[in-house]
Every structure is written in C-alpha cells, then in structure tokens.
C-alpha cells in the first residue's frame, strides 16, 4: 500500500511530459487544494476489493519541452497518512506486519528515465523506497490535461498505475495468493512554478 503512494504520484508527473507543447518548467503537486489522489487496491481472501488512499504525499516534476524523455518526477509519502476508512485495519497496516511506520515513516519515489510512446503515454521509470527497501518499478502514465487555471496560475494533469509484489518490499504478512500484489492508482495536478 505504501508503494501506491510513491509510484502514483511520480508517474502522472512524467507523463504530462510527453503530451504538453511549449509548457515546460517545473510543476508542483496541488497539495493545498487536495488535487492530488495516491490510491490502492488489493483483493480480500479473493472475494472482493480492499480500497485505501494515502492521505499526506507530495512532491513535484520538472517537464522537458524539448526532450520529454528527459523529465524527471519526485514524490514522498507518509505512510501513517494510509486511510482505508477502517480504524483498526489501518492501525494493524501502520504496524510491523504491513507499513511499520515507527521505523520508516516515509516513502519515496525518484524517477531515472522516461520512455514516450507515440499516442503520447510514457512509462515512468524509478527507485520507490518503501518499508526500507529501494526497488526499480515502472508507472504506466498518462495525461489528463493542462492550461490556465481561474485563478492565473497553469497546471498539468496525470494519472499513473503500478503493481506491486507485497514481498519486493519486505512486508512479512501473507494474505494469501491472491493478495500477493497490490494495484497502486495515482492522479495528481500539478501547478507550474
């Protein structure tokens, strides 16, 4: 769940890369105005879907106009911020057993490259720090929109997916085969600086 956080954020960033023309700079998340959603899901026993958000993320991208691939995305998450609307689930995923956010209470992502494909959708390449642990994931990214904004500011839209393996970043509790994986939903708005 805490890699949703991080993967999320940083790959809607990138993929706006690819898309805008002539609005390139650096962009921050929309954290004041809560526009900005790091999601997850993850199966229960294989009979329906537990759905949870981290509540307190941010971060920022720097969108290269002339060469996108060259963009770049950073994001950190508080881990104790997790939200699954259940008081006592989130307090046993803040424990050892899931998140273990007395040991590390934040997670991080930082891209290492872009890669753009032709209809414009980029994969967001990067290192997602969680639980201790710095894996390489992917984000499949892509642009929501971007413009001026009411209030005289300009800002890019994007949303990112990612799965992620529970045991990649250590996290000992086994919920079965069909919890092995969580799926990380990521959609952030972003305003130039």
Not at 49 to 72: H, I
Not at 167 to 173: A, E, L, R, V, Y
Request: proline content about 3%; hydrophobic content about 35%.
């Amino acid at each position: 769940m805490k890699k949703v956080l991080l993967a999320s954020a940083v790959s809607m960033a990138l993929v706006g890369a690819a898309q805008a023309d002539g609005h390139g700079g650096t962009y921050a998340f929309d954290k004041k105005g809560a526009h900005q959603f790091v999601t997850f899901k993850i199966s229960h026993l294989g009979y329906s879907w537990l759905y949870g958000r981290f509540n307190d993320f941010d971060g920022q991208f720097v969108y290269d106009e002339a060469n996108p691939e060259n963009s770049t995305v950073s994001v950190t998450i508080d881990t104790s911020s997790v939200d699954s609307n259940h008081a006592e689930r989130d307090k046993h995923l803040r424990s050892e057993d899931f998140l273990f956010v007395d040991e590390y209470p934040e997670a991080s992502f930082k891209s290492k490259r872009v890669v753009v494909d032709e209809d414009g959708e980029a994969d967001i390449i990067g290192d997602l720090t969680l639980r201790g642990v710095t894996k390489e994931v992917t984000l499949d990214a892509e642009m929501v929109g971007h413009g001026e904004d009411p209030w005289g500011g300009y800002r890019m839209g994007f949303e990112a997916e990612t799965e992620l393996r529970l045991k990649d970043f250590g996290i000992p509790m086994d919920l079965g085969p069909v919890s092995e994986t969580v799926d990380i939903i990521i959609s952030v708005e972003g305003v130039r600086q």
